[in-house]
């Protein structure tokens, strides 16, 4: 299995929460298509964020955690997200991020050469298909019960904008919840973790510089009774950037995230 879920231990919410970044993990029929340098998995990765939300089970949540790098197939981009560089015959515009990545964030080649039809084809089946199929499931099945699902897309950031980013070198809030433009949830929602972070004392950004990728876009829709939030945690937050390793202030992230699960499933949605 190319992810792993757990349901709720308590009385279930209609909080799903999914983590498709933090591994670094890269099955070996990816690995003749990969030239990146190791460290780049771990910086490209959302480190420990998995671990981060291991609590949302415990305050009725249920957990998706994808296993494998998004070097394999990023899991949070459109089927569609292709270029000349990273699919052979690929027509779409430039995307060294996009489906599956052909540069790290560090400008280093990801890919040795565009990847053959059938080798993107294995990994939409094998990874890209059953973790959203799931998705679908879990939301579907909360929907039912609750009337309204809530999908809380759970990401981490660099603290600084990055070479390539349109925030080069500017410090970043701790907390940037994304929802382009307050469309993808109801307001409530959007507004409680704005209200969890300042409880702290954290910094808040909404859409700055996240404005929430394809999961976040494609199950974000009220109307239909699915809400969807993307929450970005600052690293600096939690781990050293420099070493990749947690710091003492992973605790107090672990409590964000749980509180923030525990009062999104709190929510009475009109």
């Given at each position: 299995?190319?992810?792993?879920i757990?349901?709720?231990?308590?009385?279930?919410?209609?909080?799903?929460?999914?983590?498709?970044?933090a591994?670094?993990?890269?099955?070996?029929?990816?690995?003749p298509?990969?030239?990146?340098p190791?460290?780049s998995?771990?910086?490209?990765?959302d480190?420990?964020?998995?671990?981060?939300?291991?609590?949302?089970?415990?305050v009725?949540?249920?957990?998706?955690?994808?296993?494998?790098?998004r070097y394999v197939?990023d899991?949070?981009?459109?089927v569609?997200?292709?270029?000349?560089?990273?699919?052979?015959?690929?027509?779409?515009?430039d995307?060294?991020h996009?489906?599956?990545w052909?540069r790290s964030?560090?400008g280093h080649?990801?890919?040795?050469?565009?990847?053959?039809?059938?080798?993107?084809r294995r990994?939409?089946?094998?990874?890209?298909y059953?973790?959203h199929?799931s998705?679908?499931?879990?939301l579907?099945?909360?929907?039912?019960?609750?009337?309204?699902?809530?999908l809380?897309?759970?990401?981490?950031?660099?603290?600084?904008?990055?070479?390539g980013?349109?925030?080069v070198?500017?410090k970043?809030a701790?907390?940037?919840?994304?929802s382009?433009g307050?469309?993808t949830?109801?307001i409530?929602i959007?507004?409680?973790?704005?209200?969890?972070?300042?409880?702290?004392g954290w910094?808040?950004a909404?859409?700055?510089?996240y404005?929430?990728?394809f999961?976040?876009?494609?199950?974000?829709?009220?109307?239909?009774?699915?809400?969807a939030?993307?929450?970005e945690?600052?690293?600096?937050?939690?781990?050293?950037?420099a070493?990749l390793?947690?710091?003492s202030?992973f605790?107090?992230?672990?409590?964000?995230?749980?509180?923030?699960?525990?009062?999104?499933?709190?929510l009475?949605?009109?």
């Amino acid at each position: 299995m190319s992810f792993r879920i757990a349901e709720a231990e308590s009385a279930q919410t209609p909080v799903v929460v999914e983590v498709p970044h933090a591994s670094t993990a890269v099955d070996p029929a990816c690995m003749p298509w990969l030239v990146a340098p190791v460290r780049s998995l771990g910086r490209d990765a959302d480190l420990y964020v998995d671990k981060l939300f291991a609590d949302a089970t415990s305050v009725g949540a249920a957990l998706i955690v994808a296993e494998q790098s998004r070097y394999v197939c990023d899991l949070n981009r459109d089927v569609d997200d292709v270029d000349a560089e990273s699919l052979e015959g690929g027509s779409g515009a430039d995307s060294p991020h996009g489906l599956v990545w052909h540069r790290s964030t560090d400008g280093h080649r990801v890919l040795p050469r565009p990847l053959p039809t059938h080798e993107l084809r294995r990994r939409l089946d094998e990874y890209y298909y059953p973790y959203h199929r799931s998705i679908r499931r879990l939301l579907d099945a909360r929907r039912r019960e609750f009337g309204h699902a809530i999908l809380l897309c759970a990401h981490s950031m660099p603290s600084r904008g990055r070479q390539g980013s349109a925030d080069v070198g500017r410090k970043r809030a701790d907390i940037v919840p994304g929802s382009r433009g307050r469309t993808t949830a109801a307001i409530s929602i959007i507004d409680a973790a704005e209200s969890v972070a300042k409880r702290l004392g954290w910094t808040v950004a909404h859409d700055d510089p996240y404005r929430g990728g394809f999961a976040t876009m494609h199950y974000g829709q009220p109307h239909l009774g699915w809400h969807a939030l993307q929450i970005e945690v600052s690293r600096a937050r939690y781990m050293d950037e420099a070493s990749l390793l947690p710091h003492s202030g992973f605790a107090q992230v672990q409590d964000f995230c749980r509180e923030l699960v525990s009062v999104l499933g709190s929510l009475q949605l009109r």
